[in-house]
């Protein structure tokens, strides 16, 4: 598939006419393009912003809420088009497509459609002397930057809530897996959709993200991606005084504690550890265990991981491929390392090659290791794949300490029947979000986001919209 910028309600190549080439990282392949954009593209894509501003932002809410249901429920029924091409274009299985990316997407879209209509300003009275209210206006023109991982998930986890708050938007996906949000656009051509109200430039990120993010016609940026990545925006950002929310990685500690259920935290683990070949920046890459049950859990932990089948992810397999060469020898580096590091592989530690058509694409065996020093870069930096490393513990304050040692502070699972060692914990751990006895369950309405270098800012529910809106306190005499 050749994938267009959508700028100004119209589908087009780079203006240079370059192209880049897209993989589909289950077979090692070529097998589509998207246009090599640059500032001049950019460029664009800020003007029909900038003109699209004014009657978006103040259309009635009414119309913006029918008008990104028509984009939600287009997906709907384009759906089985949608999780097979963000199965290709990514590597991961199906299933978790139909699961999980594709309805979240349809879910993210329809929730900041009604968010919008519900969000609240504040009034507070000042006794004796009068009442404030608080105006919140949209921004103008935003720029929205989405990895690859999560593609349409995390591309109209952004674009959502700037458009509902109404903002006009110019969005840059991840290069590596562009496709569905491509499809996305050709459904705002479609049905129509206000031109110039969201805009979107695919290309590299030195070439299309970076001019969006150095425009100081571009009000806010709104990024997901690595932390070294959200450095150097937050540097741009700072110069400029500009609004910026990131969310960036993780290394993100699961702790069980020994009076759990063992098989059901195994069963919700297998999930944590790798889901997505353990690319979501969410996933539990360190898990610590109590030293009772360290044996115990360990031994059925790698015997039902190594039950799990991998493979061509448009089949029925538990594990698909990684998203591309370079993050497969990424990943096959870390592994190298945490033998040099004094840790032994428990199970995987390998590129697996299926047979048949997907020979040439990036596979890796689901890999635990162990005998590691928590302090080492293996249990410090994040490895983004599908690895984990098991760490036994004996006591609250060790473990807190082992969890709370990265750079990182954006995810936590915290395994215990006793709920007041749950609560307990959940306040000392250094972490955006806490899951006692679970993971991953996703209230929308939820802050989401990060602490330390996890990022800055959060996502999710009004937050989302405080972010994408600049508030003006009205204060009136009595
Ligand atoms: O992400 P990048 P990469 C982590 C993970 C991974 C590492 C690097 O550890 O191995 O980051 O991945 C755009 N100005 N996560 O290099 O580069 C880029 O084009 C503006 C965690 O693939 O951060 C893409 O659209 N934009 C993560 C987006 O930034 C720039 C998900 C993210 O890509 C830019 C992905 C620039 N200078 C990776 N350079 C998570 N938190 O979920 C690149 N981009």
């Not at 932390?227 to 005084?241: D, L, M, P, S, Y």
């Not at 259920?261 to 890459?285: A, H, Y």
């Not at 760490?391 to 709370?404: H, K, L, Q, R």
Request: hydrophobic content about 40%.
């Amino acid at each position: 598939m050749n994938v267009l910028n959508y700028i100004n309600g119209t589908l087009r190549p780079a203006v240079s006419g370059k192209a880049i080439d897209n993989y589909n990282p289950s077979i090692g392949a070529v097998y589509g393009t998207l246009p090599d954009s640059d500032s001049e593209d950019v460029q664009l894509a800020i003007e029909a912003a900038e003109a699209a501003f004014e009657s978006w932002s103040k259309m009635p809410m009414e119309t913006r809420f029918d008008w990104l249901m028509k984009i939600a429920n287009e997906i709907e029924l384009q759906k089985e088009e949608f999780i097979l091409a963000e199965s290709i274009d990514n590597g991961k299985p199906t299933w978790l497509a139909s699961m999980s990316d594709i309805p979240r997407a349809v879910s993210n879209i329809k929730f900041f459609a009604a968010a919008q209509m519900n969000f609240p300003s504040e009034s507070h009275h000042t006794p004796g002397q009068g009442i404030n209210y608080t105006l919140r206006k949209p921004l103008g023109v935003v720029g929205c930057i989405s990895p690859w991982n999560l593609p349409l998930y995390l591309f109209t986890w952004k674009i959502a809530p700037a458009l509902a708050a109404g903002n006009t938007v110019v969005a840059k996906p991840s290069e590596i897996t562009p496709v569905t949000a491509f499809l996305l656009t050709k459904i705002c051509e479609k049905i129509n959709f206000p031109k110039g109200v969201l805009n979107v430039v695919h290309g590299l990120g030195p070439k299309v993200g970076q001019p969006i993010v150095e425009s100081k016609r571009i009000k806010a940026v709104a990024f997901t991606g690595g932390t070294q990545t959200g450095r150097i925006i937050n540097k741009v950002c700072a110069e400029q005084f500009k609004k910026v929310s990131l969310e960036l990685g993780g290394k993100n500690p699961n702790i069980i504690f020994d009076d759990v259920n063992i098989d059901e935290v195994i069963e919700t683990t297998v999930k944590s550890s790798f889901n997505n070949q353990g690319q979501i920046c969410l996933c539990g890459s360190r898990i610590f265990i109590h030293k009772n049950i360290y044996e115990t859990f360990k031994v059925r932990f790698v015997e039902r991981i190594q039950k799990l089948q991998i493979g061509d992810p448009l089949t029925d397999v538990n594990i698909g491929a990684v998203v591309s060469a370079s993050h497969l020898e990424k990943i096959l580096g870390y592994i190298e390392l945490a033998k040099q590091e004094g840790g032994t592989i428990l199970t995987g530690g390998k590129r697996f090659v299926p047979e048949g058509r997907c020979e040439s694409g990036y596979f890796i065996e689901p890999t635990i290791i162990e005998g590691l020093d928590y302090q080492c870069r293996v249990n410090q930096e994040e490895i983004f794949g599908p690895v984990v490393t098991l760490t036994p513990f004996e006591t609250e304050e060790e473990v807190i300490m082992m969890a709370n040692s990265t750079l990182f502070g954006l995810a936590c699972s915290i395994w215990t029947k006793d709920i007041e060692r749950g609560h307990r914990m959940a306040e000392a751990i250094e972490s955006g979000i806490i899951w006692v006895n679970s993971w991953m369950v996703r209230d929308l309405r939820t802050p989401f986001g990060g602490m330390k270098e996890s990022g800055i800012g959060r996502e999710g529910g009004f937050e989302a919209m405080r972010f994408f809106t600049e508030p003006k306190n009205v204060f009136v005499k009595y």
